[in-house]
């Protein structure tokens, strides 16, 4: 938990943080929380004790994930705006509760910094992982803190809760599923490279959105799973290619993928539609993409965002594209390797 | 969660954590726990989807807490053999549990490699934590996994749980509050103590158990709380006068403690005992300080380990150090700064 073994720059960060997280108009030593969904508090003892001590609603079960987000590898500081790293720190996480159709509770920050790094920067970066936070009704409940020899170092944990026994599973999927995508994909990994290619310049934030400030699909998950419609589902952060490949092999069958039928993400100015293959094995675009059983109708658009049919699932445990001239041919999973510095 | 950015070597070793994790005659499909306290699996669903699902036992409230374990700041690989790192990193998490008084029910683990490290190495540092890990009943369940930049890179995640309302705080004690703490102290500074001295020389594990093998207090944490003993209570990860000042604070209230009850842990061959400012600031015993009001009796063993009341709490919000010869002074938090490479 939030310990005091930093310089006091970062015991005053602390307090910061706690503060920040605390929402307004609530005692200090009453805990820290508010939830949107669940009229009691959630969290019922936050930063500044051994553990959180979380409220579950009654008949629900816990979900629990944890995603790096470390510099070098996920972020590049030179690429990536504080605000932007915050952000996409906790979307991370956000996006698992949302492969699972499950309501986000509580996140748990551990923050490792370097020495000579700017009070504003982590400030930056705080306001806008609490702010995101926020907007999902999720209290950050505590973590830790360290001194980090190299780099920026986050890793976040979301916890959540979905109602017993409907957690949407990556295991469900069945010969004859048909296979569905939120949004649009390879958006995320345009923009890397674009960066990659010309990486003294600055890319406008706002023409490659779902890189710079990608939005979990948690309303989505959530009524998914209120209608029971996915047998399977999972978010693309890896990229189609390898997330398809996650969810076919633990549910023991293969697919058929349309690569006409791919909803490809516009970037840039003048928005272009970004090449197949970013589509394809691009990660980060933090959508969701899963399976239904060919008797259930699927709207196209759910919770504001389009919803595509891009496949079906087959017996066979191959993942098969079929290109424009109707050619089939193996899709490798050929997911989003991260950068490096 | 576990993801797939890694090399093939990575890829290969999550199957291997999988496989580890796994308690054995298990169906793979069908999740992967085993509780000592509850009947049924506490996971349900563990390394291989978006999130782990984790059942809840009715009536009581979830603890989260969160440690890292960097390399050059928790532990050094030429000081620490792999074994001792994949101990002391779950102990971590397993002892700000205990500090609550909670069960522990399963570990995630966020693990940053870098590219150069040997296979072995991480075999050795998995096998611990997960022998640990099941030694308490705790299910590893998931976590994620990433290339680093530069060195070992862990955090570990420990979810617990604790009947409704009876976790204890840091909070919660009162002026005229008895002082307790468990085992010895000063243990695992000597040894650090020890090895900052001589670099070169390997320390005999044995000698400093409480530094190579610290033994997370669950199962006294469970029966204080279960007796309904302790006021407050926190673990001394950060050191005693450091600890102390974290309850008293959270609490509102000061402390007296009298230098001669403190206990002291015996390192080296021959067994001697520590030096008073390693027992005072010396962190990362891991041992549980409480506080007890005066009326209840706190017996002097517990769960097989010693319990010695060091002091009482006071109205005034100082921490006083009483010595040998009955002279008060401030005792400022000084609490353990980790080594730098």
């Known amino acids: 938990m939030i310990s005091f073994d930093v310089p006091l720059a970062e015991k005053a960060l602390i307090a910061e943080i706690r503060r920040m997280a605390m929402p307004s108009g609530q005692r200090r030593r009453a805990g820290i929380s508010v939830r949107i969904t669940h009229s009691a508090p959630a969290v019922l003892t936050g930063i500044g004790d051994d553990c959180a001590v979380l409220r579950v609603p009654p008949d629900h079960q816990m979900l629990v994930t944890t995603d790096f987000s470390l510099e070098g590898v996920h972020f590049r500081r030179d690429w990536h705006p504080a605000e932007v790293v915050g952000h996409r720190c906790l979307t991370r996480g956000l996006s698992d509760i949302a492969a699972m159709g499950g309501e986000p509770l509580a996140a748990f920050l551990s923050l490792a910094l370097p020495r000579d790094l700017s009070q504003t920067w982590v400030r930056r970066f705080t306001h806008a992982l609490i702010g995101l936070a926020k907007q999902f009704g999720v209290t950050l409940g505590g973590g830790d803190t360290a001194e980090s020899p190299n780099g920026i170092l986050a890793d976040i944990i979301v916890v959540g809760t979905v109602p017993k026994g409907k957690a949407v599973l990556r295991s469900g999927a069945s ?11 390879g958006g995320s990994a345009a923009a890397l490279w674009q960066m990659r290619k010309k990486p003294k310049t600055k890319l406008n934030v706002r023409e490659y959105p779902r890189h710079f400030r990608p939005q979990p699909r948690i309303e989505l998950g959530r009524i998914l799973r209120e209608r029971g419609l996915p047998s399977a589902m999972i978010d693309t952060s890896d990229g189609l290619s390898t997330d398809l490949a996650h969810l076919c092999e633990e549910s023991g069958v293969g697919a058929e993928v349309e690569a006409e039928l791919i ?11 970004v090449d197949i293959e970013f589509a394809l094995h691009g990660g980060e675009d933090y959508e969701l993409l899963f399976t239904a059983p060919a008797t259930r109708r699927v709207p196209s658009r759910m919770a504001g965002v389009p919803i595509t049919q891009i496949g079906h699932i087959t017996r066979r ?4 594209l079929m290109d424009r001239a109707g050619i089939r041919r193996e899709l490798q999973p050929r997911g989003w390797e991260h950068f490096r510095r």
């Open 175 to 185: 010969a004859g599923d048909r296979i569905f995508v939120s949004g649009q994909l």
């Open 263 to 273: 909803p490809r993400a516009s970037v840039g100015k003048p928005a272009r539609e």
């Open 317 to 320: 445990r191959k993942i098969l």
